[in-house]
């Protein structure tokens, strides 16, 4: 199984007064780079998933990938701009996904997705119940969840469930740390510096 990588990148970070919640500041370095760190090493090829000027993410050299024009947003959309990419890819069967602003997936999330998928669909599950921006989703799936995306499906939960996703159980609580708030990154600031 060859996996490529896609980074989620969502959100308006309204809760932390705008901007890209994955380029805020943690321990010194975009909590983007936190998650690059853990997940570049998982995949093969890698790209970001964000609308707007790709320009602000240039810095880390990865493909940017819009939404489709003229469709649904939303994180669903940002999985099918994925999958697109990846199908272009020699050799690849699925895409592994995590959000832009969780600065620590799991090391072995790819492996274990993968080992429990088989040739069709993993998803994370961690302390607060399923974790669908950390998931594995088959490139054969690609025409299903597109007519399901137009059919106006736009969870990517439910687009997991529909593909009988096998799930994984994690149990690190801070494995699946979104930065939605000032709070949250207190809290993530505390776990990268050790404190």
Known sequence: ??????????GLASRMGGGDKALLEL?????????????APQVGLLALSANGDPERFASFGLPVLPDAANGPGGPLAGVL???????????????????????????????RLAAAAAD????????????????????????????????????????????AAAPVDFTDPNAFLDVDTPDDLARAQARALGT
Do not use: C, Q, Y
């Open 120 to 163: 069709g669909a993993a998803v994370a599950m961690g302390p607060n119940g399923v974790e669908p921006l950390h998931a594995l989703w088959p490139l054969a799936a690609r025409e299903r969840l597109t007519l399901s995306l137009a059919d106006g499906v736009r969870s990517p939960k439910r687009a997991l469930e529909m593909l």
């Open 1 to 10: 199984m060859t996996i490529a990588g896609l980074v989620l990148m969502g």
């Open 27 to 39: 321990a010194g370095r975009p909590i983007l780079a936190h998650a690059l760190d853990r997940f």
């Open 81 to 111: 701009a994925g999958l697109a990419w990846a199908a272009a890819l020699p050799g690849v069967s699925h895409l592994a996904t995590i959000p832009g602003d969780g600065p620590f997936p799991p090391h072995d999330l790819v492996a």
